[in-house]
């Protein structure tokens, strides 16, 4: 880990006013939970074009459910890590505003964040698609047809789509606006473990950028979007966050 990067990003922390954080799949790669685009990823494993798109759920909803069937048990599986408790313990500090993450595995919130947009929203509830009526993960679970390959609705025996934002789908506008406002009134962004590779989440470092804001990205490895960031420390989300947050409790003199 280097050392003078945690140093920097935390003196970065010290001296701003607003501090947001954006977050990807890498934050929980330390839980248990595979990334998409890294080796051994989600994707590299399902073809995101079946598997990943809302015309292929509407077409073939038995595709995803069979992923998911695969994935529910590392999701239920999967505890928060010490990245998504430094996270939340900047927030209790007063330092983080919120957390925008990508994800949906709601470990930012069983880590103790309260401010959480879930841009891509949450694979713990989903709504039949005619009736629109909401199930949690549990009834989903209890819930099939065509011969136990996909979630159905017992009252009209309809798909039932989870609440996670398949590509080609709108996500919802109200979370996408509040997470613009919060990156372009932030003066410091840290981004993690994210690849920057889907808009318009990858777009939000660039408005607090326009803001003259600055980012710090916290990734294992490089990313197309390096040259944006004031600060990239390499190195594991769950080491070195923790380390950026006790450097800034040491600096602030809380330690
Ligand atoms: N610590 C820090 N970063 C990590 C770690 C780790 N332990 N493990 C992996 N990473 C990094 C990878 O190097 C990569 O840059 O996290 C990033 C994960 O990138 P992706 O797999 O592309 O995940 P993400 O950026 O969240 O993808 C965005 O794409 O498929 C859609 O909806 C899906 O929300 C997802 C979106």
């Given amino acids: 880990m280097d050392e003078e990067c945690i140093k920097r990003a935390a003196q970065m922390i010290l001296e701003s006013i607003q501090v947001v954080a954006l977050t990807g799949a890498g934050i929980s790669v330390e839980s248990g939970i595979p990334d998409f685009r890294s080796p051994g990823g989600l994707w590299t494993k ?26 529910n048990p590392t999701l239920e599986n999967a505890e928060p890590n010490p990245a998504h408790y430094a996270l939340a313990e900047l927030e209790r500090l007063g330092k983080l505003r919120a957390v925008i993450t990508q994800n949906i595995d709601h470990l ?4 103790g964040s309260t401010d959480v ?3 891509h929203g949450t694979h713990r509830t989903g709504h039949c698609m005619a009736c629109k009526r909401v199930f949690t993960l549990e009834e989903m679970k209890e819930l099939s047809c065509d011969g136990d390959r996909v979630a159905c609705c017992p009252d009209d ?9 398949f590509f080609g789908e709108p996500l919802d506008s109200r979370v996408l606006a509040r997470a613009a406002e919060l990156a372009s009134t932030s003066d410091v962004m840290l981004v993690v473990g994210c690849s920057l ?13 326009r803001r003259r804001g600055k980012l710090i990205f916290v990734n294992t ?8 960031a004031d600060l990239v420390c390499l190195g594991k989300a769950g080491e070195v966050v923790p380390a ?12």
């Fill in 221 to 228: 490895t490089a990313t197309n979007h390096d040259r944006q």
């Fill in 157 to 165: 025996q309809a798909t039932i789509k989870p609440d996670v934002v």
């Fill in 197 to 209: 590779e889907v808009y318009p989440a990858a777009a939000l470092p660039e408005y607090t950028k």
């Fill in 244 to 255: 950026i947050v006790s450097e800034y409790k040491k600096a602030a003199g809380l330690i």
């Fill in 117 to 119: 947009l879930e841009l």
């Fill in 46 to 71: 399902y073809d995101p074009l079946l598997y990943g798109t809302y015309e292929g759920f509407v077409n073939h909803p038995e595709r995803f459910w069979e992923m998911a069937k695969e994935l």
């Fill in 108 to 111: 930012h919130q069983r880590a």
